[in-house]
């Protein structure tokens, strides 16, 4: 249940298209739905913007299964993190109209078009070394699954920093940037030099031994001396797709 559908269902009711009762029918899991395990958040869209995601690592294929396809009968978008190649394929029996992005482990169903003029412009998506894509990528298909215009610059980090430098149109045309780097965290300073929008800052467990699994490069990040840069927790590409969705969001409907 979305913003749009809600708005359509009591225009029905009050042109007569639709009856109270056929309506009462439709609301009947909402807001929230009672399952097995689970207890779903349909008026999250409408309440926060952002529908209620799927958090798979702990949860079985059946339990996933279960949740997606309550959300699915919902008509809006349906996203799973953290997914296995495995539990996706069992999750994708059971529901074959979602697909699995690899890359990111994520499980998607019915993502909203993408709709520019929804938004104040376009988020890029910047990964430091292509160890970093699958964070990046979490990132990158929760924004496209929303509807928001994103585009992505990977393997762009510090070491070489023409690679950076050479995009700057891209950086230029972003009203928000998401900077995904781990070993010293250091890019997203260096994003923040150079551009005047939001810069949210990932940082990743990529990195050898000192990096901690990515403790030196969220301290890193959150010392940085460069203006406008916000630090979300390791490896959440999600969460810092919902700041993005937050800050670009200009039209609720």
């Given at each position: 249940?979305?913003?749009?559908?809600?708005?359509?269902?009591?225009?029905?009711?009050?042109?007569?298209?639709?009856?109270?009762?056929?309506?009462?029918?439709?609301?009947?899991?909402?807001?929230?739905?009672?399952?097995?395990?689970?207890?779903?958040?349909?008026?999250?869209?409408?309440?926060?913007?952002?529908?209620?995601?799927?958090?798979?690592?702990?949860?079985?294929?059946?339990?996933?299964?279960?949740?997606?396809?309550?959300?699915?009968?919902?008509?809006?978008?349906?996203?799973?993190?953290?997914?296995?190649?495995?539990?996706?394929?069992?999750?994708?029996?059971?529901?074959?109209?979602?697909?699995?992005?690899?890359?990111?482990?994520?499980?998607?169903?019915?993502?909203?078009?993408?709709?520019?003029?929804?938004?104040?412009?376009?988020?890029?998506?910047?990964?430091?070394?292509?160890?970093?894509?699958?964070?990046?990528?979490?990132a990158r298909l929760?924004?496209?699954?929303?509807?928001?215009?994103?585009?992505?610059?990977?393997?762009?980090g510090v070491a070489?920093?023409?690679?950076?430098?050479?995009?700057?149109?891209?950086?230029?045309?972003?009203?928000?940037?998401?900077?995904?780097?781990?070993?010293?965290?250091?890019?997203?300073?260096?994003?923040?030099?150079?551009?005047?929008?939001?810069?949210?800052?990932v940082p990743t467990?990529?990195?050898?031994?000192?990096?901690?699994?990515?403790?030196?490069?969220?301290?890193?990040?959150?010392?940085?001396?460069?203006?406008?840069?916000?630090?979300?927790?390791?490896?959440?590409?999600?969460?810092?797709?919902?700041?993005?969705?937050?800050?670009?969001?200009?039209?609720?409907?």
């Open positions: 249940m979305n913003r749009k559908t809600l708005l359509s269902l009591l225009q029905d009711v009050q042109s007569g298209a639709s009856s109270i009762e056929k309506a009462f029918a439709k609301l009947g899991t909402f807001p929230s739905e009672l399952l097995p395990d689970a207890c779903l958040d349909h008026q999250r869209l409408i309440r926060t913007g952002i529908p209620e995601v799927i958090y798979g690592a702990s949860k079985t294929a059946e339990q996933i299964a279960d949740i997606a396809r309550a959300m699915l009968q919902q008509g809006g978008p349906v996203l799973a993190t953290r997914i296995d190649s495995e539990k996706a394929r069992n999750v994708i029996t059971k529901l074959p109209q979602l697909r699995y992005a690899d890359d990111a482990r994520m499980l998607i169903g019915n993502p909203a078009p993408t709709d520019a003029t929804k938004y104040r412009g376009q988020t890029l998506v910047i990964s430091a070394g292509t160890s970093d894509i699958p964070v990046a990528e979490e929760t924004l496209k699954t929303l509807g928001h215009p994103v585009q992505k610059l990977y393997d762009a070489g920093l023409h690679r950076l430098l050479g995009r700057q149109d891209l950086l230029r045309q972003a009203t928000v940037i998401i900077v995904v780097a781990g070993m010293e965290g250091a890019l997203p300073s260096v994003v923040g030099g150079l551009v005047d929008c939001p810069v949210i800052a467990s990529v990195g050898y031994g000192a990096s901690f699994g990515g403790i030196a490069a969220l301290l890193g990040m959150l010392n940085s001396c460069a203006p406008g840069v916000a630090v979300v927790n390791i490896d959440n590409g999600f969460g810092a797709a919902c700041m993005a969705e937050a800050i670009n969001k200009k039209v609720l409907l």
